[in-house]
């Protein structure tokens, strides 16, 4: 039996790595964001970037110059969008920011954003919420660190930081999807931040099938009925293909 023989609810749970072949790239990696400048961690943190007007001037150039902007889907986006047009997977519960599953032509209704989008800018005092590009032409046109315009309020990108609550109706979709998959399938992530990562504890504890496909070894290997090892772009079209 193939790794995704016989789902019929498949819940596909993606991180960063997916999208490294689109040119994005991930956090932990060899080349990882975080490994190559640790300092851009502070970026991420809430309390660092609260504190610290510097930080967020920084943060805000990152938006500016972040690869989503210009990234297309590769072949592992259109491989999880042949995957729900024959029907069989439920929903994509991923961590990633970038909006690529959408771009590659993913139902955006199955497409739950647990860790937000980058697309959005969230005040962090009242919530008013407006678009990403609308703060940044205020950068470009000499605002380093933009308030909000409705209280004056700090603003963030609408992801979450380190030190930030998940929003609770999107943990409870995610949760939810993992409770009643007959098979859940890890890309491309660590599994090593919660409460992203205890999805796969869910869905195995429910009866579902886990595969886990990723470069390194997670904390979850052990659970998992299959772990891949294979490059995502090439590994991931051929598991959907012999499905």
């Known amino acids: 039996m193939t790794q ?21 790239p ?19 943190t809430l309390d660092a970037y609260l504190a610290d007007p510097a930080v967020r001037q920084r943060a805000w150039r990152n938006r500016r110059d972040h690869p989503a902007w210009s990234a297309e889907p590769n072949a592992a986006h259109h491989a999880l969008v042949e995957l729900e047009r024959a029907g069989r997977l439920h929903a994509i519960v991923t961590q990633n920011i970038d909006g690529l599953h959408q771009r590659a032509g993913s139902d955006p209704d199955r497409v739950i954003e647990i860790h937000g989008t980058i697309f959005a800018v ?3 005092t009242c919530g008013e919420r407006t678009t990403m590009a609308a703060a940044l032409e205020r950068v470009a046109a000499g605002e380093p660190d933009p308030a909000c315009r409705c209280c004056g309020g700090i603003l963030k990108s609408a992801t979450i930081s380190f030190g930030q609550r998940l929003d609770p109706a999107t943990l409870r979709r995610a949760v939810a999807a993992a409770a009643t998959a007959d098979l859940l399938l890890a890309v491309g992530t660590s599994l090593s931040v919660q409460p992203a990562a205890g999805l796969v504890e869910v869905a195995a504890r429910a009866g579902a099938r886990v595969v886990i496909v990723n470069a390194s070894p997670t904390p979850y290997d052990e659970l998992a009925d299959t772990v891949v090892r294979e490059p995502i772009g090439t590994v991931l079209p051929a598991l959907v293909s012999a499905a």
Request: proline letters at 5%; hydrophobic letters at 40%.
């Open 4 to 24: 995704l023989s016989g789902a019929r609810r498949i819940v596909a749970l993606t991180g960063a790595g997916i999208s490294t072949d689109s040119g994005i």
């Open 122 to 124: 969230e005040c962090l």
């Open 26 to 44: 991930d956090f932990r990696g060899p080349n990882g964001v975080w490994t190559r400048d640790p300092e851009a961690a502070k970026l991420v």
